[in-house]
C-alpha cells in the first residue's frame, strides 16, 4: 500500500473541540468539473475522460465503479482524492475513494452499509484481474464505515470507503477530492455535513502529538540503556511521526495527523530544520545522537506548531526527557523487565 491512504472518513479532528483554523492560502483546488453538488448524476464523466495515458489503469477502475453507481439506487456519491484528486497523481497512484449510501449515521445504518459493501467487492472482478481484498471496519466509534482495499494484478490499488451519505467529508473538509457521481436527488436535498476543515487542528492535538513526541523519546532512552537496540529504533521512529504531524500543522497542510505524507505533498521543500540527524541504524550511540537531535526538532516544531494554534506545551516533560537523553552515554546492555 502507498503512503498516500487517507480516507475521508476517519482520524478527523473532533467537531465538538474549538479547532484552530489554517489559512487557506497557496491551497490546492479541485481539479474536477465541480466543487460541491451539481445537478449532473455522473458528474466525473468528463473529469475521467481528460486523466493522462498514464492513469489508464486507474480511469477503467473509476469509470466502473461510475457505471455501478448509476445502476444503484443506493449510492448517493462517490467521490475520489488524494493524489488523484489534486492532479498530481501517475502511474503508482492509488485510487483513494469514497463511496456514500442511503443510510443512516452510525451503527443503525450498519446493515445498508454492509451490503453496499459486499456488492462493491462482487463487482471488484469486472474491473480486473484480481490478486486480493482486504475488507474492515474504519472510523470512529459512533461512525459505521467499511473500508476494501484491493490490489489488481496490473498494479493498480482501489481504497475504498463505504459510509451513510451524512458521514460523507465534502468541501474544506475534503479539499483534495473529487465528485466522480452524485444522485439526482438525494433524500433531504442537502448533503452538507458538520465535518471540521482539514487544515482544523485544536489545541489539544498538539499539546497531545508533542506529549507523544516526548514519550516516545524517553522510551527510546530507556531501551538505549538496556541495549534493546530494535525497541530504541522504533521509538524513535515514533517520535518523528510527531514530528512531521507538528509540522504539517505548522505549515499549514491538510490533514496534519497524517504528518510525513501531507507534509510532502504541501511543500516537499519546506520540511523540519534538521529532521535528517532523526534518523540512525542499529548502532547504539548513533541511536543516541538521533534521539538527541529528535528532542531538539520536536521541541522546534512543537513552538512553530503553536504560532498557528495557540497550545499548553508539555515543557516539563520536554526538559526532562531531554536531560534523560543528554545523560545517557551510561548505556549499558541490559535485560530489564
Given at each position: 500500500m502507498s503512503g498516500e491512504r487517507r480516507p475521508l472518513v476517519f482520524r478527523a479532528p473532533p467537531p465538538h473541540k474549538r479547532a484552530c483554523q489554517a489559512s487557506t492560502e497557496g491551497r490546492q483546488g479541485?481539479?474536477?468539473?465541480?466543487?460541491g453538488i451539481t445537478s449532473s448524476v455522473n458528474p466525473g464523466r468528463e473529469w475521467l475522460a481528460r486523466l493522462p495515458a498514464e492513469l489508464t489503469a486507474q480511469r477503467r477502475v473509476m469509470a466502473g465503479l461510475v457505471d455501478f453507481c448509476a445502476t444503484r439506487p443506493a449510492v448517493t456519491s462517490l467521490w475520489v482524492g488524494c493524489s488523484l484528486g489534486r492532479g498530481a497523481g501517475d502511474a503508482l497512484s492509488d485510487i483513494d475513494a469514497a463511496l456514500g449510501i442511503e443510510a443512516e449515521r452510525g451503527p443503525a445504518g450498519a446493515g445498508q452499509v454492509q451490503a453496499m459493501e459486499a456488492a462493491v467487492t462482487a463487482l471488484l472482478p469486472s474491473l480486473g484481474p484480481l490478486v486480493d481484498v482486504l475488507r474492515h471496519r474504519i472510523g470512529r466509534a459512533d461512525q459505521f464505515a467499511r473500508r476494501i482495499f484491493a490490489q489488481f494484478a496490473d498494479g493498480t490499488q482501489l481504497d475504498l470507503a463505504v459510509i451513510a451519505e451524512a458521514e460523507v467529508r465534502r468541501g474544506d473538509a475534503a479539499p483534495d477530492f473529487v465528485e466522480l457521481y452524485h444522485r439526482a436527488s438525494p433524500p433531504g436535498g442537502d448533503l452538507t455535513n458538520d465535518a471540521p476543515s482539514a487544515r482544523a487542528v485544536t489545541g489539544e492535538q498538539i499539546r497531545e502529538w508533542a506529549f507523544f513526541g516526548w514519550c516516545a523519546l524517553i522510551d527510546a532512552d530507556k531501551y538505549l540503556r538496556r541495549g534493546s537496540l530494535w525497541e530504541a529504533h522504533n521509538r524513535l521512529h515514533e517520535a518523528r511521526h510527531q514530528i512531521w504531524a507538528l509540522w504539517a500543522a505548522?505549515?499549514?497542510?491538510?490533514y496534519p495527523?497524517?504528518?510525513?505524507?501531507?507534509?510532502?505533498?504541501?511543500?516537499?521543500?519546506?520540511?523540519p530544520p534538521g529532521i535528517e540527524s532523526t534518523v540512525a541504524g542499529l548502532d547504539r550511540a548513533e541511536l543516541r545522537r538521533a534521539a538527541q537531535a529528535s528532542a531538539t526538532v520536536l521541541t522546534r516544531v512543537s513552538a512553530a506548531a503553536t504560532q498557528r494554534c495557540p497550545a499548553e506545551l508539555p515543557t516539563a516533560m520536554a526538559r526532562y526527557v531531554t536531560g534523560a537523553l543528554e545523560g545517557g552515554e551510561r548505556d549499558t546492555i541490559n535485560v530489564g523487565g
Open positions: 479541485l481539479t474536477g468539473p465541480d466543487d505548522a505549515t499549514g497542510a491538510i495527523w497524517h504528518g510525513l505524507s501531507q507534509v510532502l505533498d504541501h511543500d516537499p521543500e519546506n520540511l
